[in-house]
């Protein structure tokens, strides 16, 4: 018979408490660690027009390293294919459907409109948060003013005409990858 090695608890950090962000600190204690110090950032697609659309942001999601891709509406759903989705970027990243993008903020993400409205910020000017929920409207319209009021910031890309969905969310993560360490905690994040 082989001696039984006596069970040790797990070690326990003594790590400083962290700032708790607003969209999380019903769930959590005040001064509650966070579950991780990486950097991140999601999609959420308000309404997205067409398969194309959806295929072409799944594989901007795929070049820039996003988490996840969350959808509402269900003109993406009665359409079929992933037609631009060349890289099939749609098996490694999840993509899914919600009927409220307030119902999926995932932790400690903070939600950022990308709309071209008064009183947003430009993007060239703009610090990341160091996790982000993005989110875009549909080619064909915009975000309704409570998805606008929810988010945190509303930016915008300054140019002298408008772009489709997928260069904007291009765009908007090339923007944050360019900008790297610069988010809001700088780099004591990964």
Known sequence: MLAKR???PPQVL???ALPQSPYNRPLFPEGTPLVADKRYS???????KSPENVGSVMRAAGCYGVASVFYTGKRYERAADFVT?????HYDIPLIGIDDLKKI???NCVPVAV????GARPLPEYTHPDRALYIFGPEDGSLDKEIRDWCEDVVYIPTTGCMNLAATVNVV???RMAKGLNT?????FR
């Open 6 to 8: 006596p069970e040790q």
């Open 105 to 107: 903020l995932p932790l």
């Open 42 to 48: 999601c999609i959420g697609l308000y309404n997205p």
């Open 115 to 118: 709309e071209l409205v008064e």
């Open 14 to 16: 003594n790590l400083p």
């Open 184 to 188: 809001r905690s700088g780099p004591k």
């Open 85 to 89: 989705d060349t890289k099939r970027v």
């Open 173 to 175: 993560l090339y923007d």
